[in-house]
């Protein structure tokens, strides 16, 4: 399969590596997709308990809009540091895990994972 570059405008379709970002060639695709996980376990919380936005809002000591901004994708504002203060207003644990990068892969890389209760 051809490998795209940066914004590639061809039609041919392209095996992911599992990461849209780094698919895009977007530099930082690895903390674009962090925190695109992130955002989409803040809605899950939000969801699963029954929360409104202006009620998770004030748990997350953030405003109602930066609420929606996140759990629509809208994401460019927020750090990943203030996506993890937001999940733990939330009392969600965050553990983060450092290794050795596998010989497997050319470059390290950031994931996240989420554990529900």
């Given at each position: ?78 750090s990943l540091e203030r996506l993890e203060r937001g999940l ?30």
């Amino acid at each position: 399969m051809k490998e795209p570059g940066p914004m590639s405008n061809d039609s041919t379709i392209h095996r992911s590596r599992g990461n849209v970002f780094a698919d895009l060639g977007l530099a930082d695709g690895d903390v674009r997709l962090a925190k695109a996980h992130l955002a989409r376990i803040i809605g899950t919380v939000i969801r699963d308990r029954k929360l409104t936005q202006a009620k998770a809002a004030r748990l997350m000591r953030l405003e109602q809009p930066d609420v929606s901004d996140i759990v629509r994708g809208r994401l460019a504002r927020f750090s990943l540091e203030r996506l993890e203060r937001g999940l733990q207003g939330l009392d969600m644990d965050i553990t983060i895990r450092v290794q050795p990068r596998s010989a497997r892969r050319a470059r390290a890389r950031l994931t996240v994972e989420y554990v529900p209760a």
